[in-house]
């Protein structure tokens, strides 16, 4: 274990996953989304510098047999990434990605688990999460239409979240945008935005 006093996850992770547990529980407990259920741990998407702070935070908290472990596998997987998109050799930061590019590089790796995702379906970092980890698994409203989050919510009722959840989902994303943006300011950081193995290398 690290000597290195840890930090607890930053307020705003807190209050997001506070959030989700009133929301999951507005929908009366029918969500299937619980530790051990890995189905959207599998993918590729883009995390934040916040969440990168959270996750270098978790990995310090685990034994260096399994923090090596993990950081090995996201090594592995950004030298994947760097050969299929060259582009990430020189920056690693997406925000700026054409829609289309990026469509293609996430139907690429469609099949990539997160380099925390343990065998038995567990997250090797689950205190540290990043934000999107912590609010996956609602049913989206968009233009009125409610669908389900993900294929395995296929007798999931479709209920739409109270006004009151989604101005405090909105209150939080504006939280995020301003933290995200103090941290790309204080770091100098060329983007906000990475792909999620690069959020497992130390910086």
Known sequence: MSETPLLQPRPLFKKTARWFER?????????????????????LFSVTLLDKQE???GLQ????KDRKRLEDTAVEQVNQLRIAAPRLRMNQFVDRW???EMDTLVERFDALPCPALERDGRCGVYEYRPLVCRSMGLPMDSDGVV???????TSVPLIRLSNALRE???????????????VCHHNGAQGGELLLPYAFLPD
């Open 23 to 43: 929301a999951k529980a507005s929908l009366f407990d029918n969500l299937p989304c619980c530790r051990g259920c890995s189905h959207c741990c599998v993918g």
């Open 55 to 57: 996750i270098q935070q």
């Open 61 to 64: 908290s685990l034994p260096s």
């Open 98 to 100: 054409p829609d289309d």
């Open 147 to 153: 669908s389900g989050a993900c294929i395995i919510q």
């Open 168 to 182: 405090e989902e909105n209150l939080l994303a504006g939280r995020e945008a301003e933290e995200l943006a103090a």
